[in-house]
């Protein structure tokens, strides 16, 4: 089992990653996303639960800076769902 302090740096890379890609389109797209995870390296639960997390944080600044979040939380409700059904 990994240690938090391995979590916190594996939440930093995926974000990184992340925040390098081409923007989020604003209708849901399983193709892309699909697509957005391997090219992120997404490839374990624990990498969808932590890009949950990380969803999360970045939709909260969104609001909190009145910047629109609909792409992103269109996009973490499909993580969450993947998360939940591919169990």
Same mark, same amino acid.
């Given at each position: 089992?990994?240690? *938090?302090?391995?979590? $916190?740096? +594996?939440? +930093? =890379?995926?974000?990184?990653?992340?925040?390098?890609?081409? &923007?989020? &389109?604003?209708?849901?797209?399983?193709?892309? #996303?699909?697509?957005? %995870?391997?090219? /992120?390296? *997404? *490839? $374990? !639960?624990?990498?969808?639960?932590?890009?949950? $997390?990380?969803? !999360?944080?970045? /939709?909260?600044?969104? +609001?909190?800076? =009145?910047? &629109?979040?609909?792409?992103?939380?269109?996009? %973490?409700?499909?993580?969450? #769902?993947?998360?939940?059904? =591919? =169990?």
């Amino acid at each position: 089992m990994f240690q *938090v302090t391995d979590w $916190s740096l +594996r939440k +930093r =890379e995926i974000a990184a990653a992340f925040r390098q890609t081409t &923007p989020i &389109p604003a209708e849901a797209d399983d193709e892309f #996303y699909t697509d957005l %995870l391997h090219q /992120i390296g *997404v *490839v $374990s !639960n624990q990498d969808r639960m932590l890009l949950i $997390s990380f969803m !999360n944080d970045i /939709i909260m600044a969104a +609001r909190r800076d =009145e910047r &629109p979040a609909t792409a992103l939380e269109t996009f %973490l409700d499909w993580l969450r #769902y993947k998360q939940t059904h =591919e =169990e």
